[in-house]
């Protein structure tokens, strides 16, 4: 199987707190997940590429001092959304590639749905 | 970044039509895969087409891939109310093979 997990699938904090969503792959290792980012009714946009064991790639316009990602080992890797602020609002989507399935296809965790009040 | 177009924006169809969905995109791709999205969830892969195939098929899917045209086409046969959903298209790009997406067509499918 191919299973990601992420948690919390949903969560409401202040404004100026910061927020840590996990994304575990339960089954298989992961050694690269990726962060995206939907707000409702578009498309998903691709945050960063997490790689186990080294610096995150972040895409052009992602702040990474804003959205700090940590791949400490081959099955978790986590997204702090640091200093949050109503504008961070937005469900947030993990994905990894078990390479013994398939070098392609990703599976995708369930999402977390950030609230920043 | 997203990739391209995808059209219509939304769809609504009853039960038992044909659904198809239409995606562009920008760049030379390694594969075109289509993804599915219930409301509020995560996504789950439905078919995947290389590069040098033109068309495939899985169960009531077809997919079709035209990269002269840099198009590919989504098509539900027979829909269901349960394929009401949100379907993404995405290519693979760079040493990551990361996958950037489509708009994505909103699917209603009415019993």
């Known amino acids: 199987g191919a299973v990601v997990s992420q948690h919390p699938s949903w969560v409401i904090c202040k404004s100026g707190t910061s927020v840590k969503i996990e994304c575990r792959s339960l089954?298989?290792?992961?050694?690269?997940m990726f962060w995206y980012r939907q707000f409702p009714k578009q498309s998903l946009m691709l945050m960063a590429t997490?790689?186990?064991?080294?610096?995150?790639?972040?895409e052009q316009g992602v702040e990474k001092d804003k959205f700090l990602i940590n791949h400490a080992s081959l099955t978790l890797s986590t997204l702090t959304v640091t200093s949050a602020h109503p504008e961070d609002s937005s469900f947030y989507i993990c994905?990894?590639?078990?390479?013994?399935?398939?070098?392609?296809?990703?599976?995708f965790g369930s999402g977390t749905q950030l609230s920043v009040l | 970044s997203q990739q391209g177009e995808e059209d219509p924006q939304a769809l609504s169809i009853q039960e038992g039509e044909n659904a198809t969905m239409n995606c562009s995109y920008k760049?030379?791709?390694?594969?075109l895969q289509w993804y599915r999205q219930n409301s509020g969830r995560g996504l789950v892969h439905l078919i995947l087409?290389?590069?040098?195939?033109r068309e495939k098929h899985s169960g009531r899917l077809r997919v079709t891939l035209d990269t002269s045209k840099k198009s590919s086409s989504l098509l539900i046969t027979a829909s269901r109310a349960a394929d009401t959903a949100s379907y993404f298209c995405?290519?693979?790009?760079?040493?990551?093979?990361?996958?950037?997406f489509g708009a994505g067509t909103r699917l209603a499918v009415h019993p």
């Open positions: 994905s990894a590639r078990n390479r013994v399935l398939s070098n392609e296809k990703l599976f």
């Open positions: 089954d298989f290792q992961a050694t690269t």
């Open positions: 997490s790689n186990e064991g080294s610096k995150a790639t972040y």
């Open positions: 760049t030379s791709i390694n594969n």
């Open positions: 087409i290389r590069s040098n195939e």
């Open positions: 995405a290519t693979g790009e760079g040493g990551y093979n990361k996958l950037i």
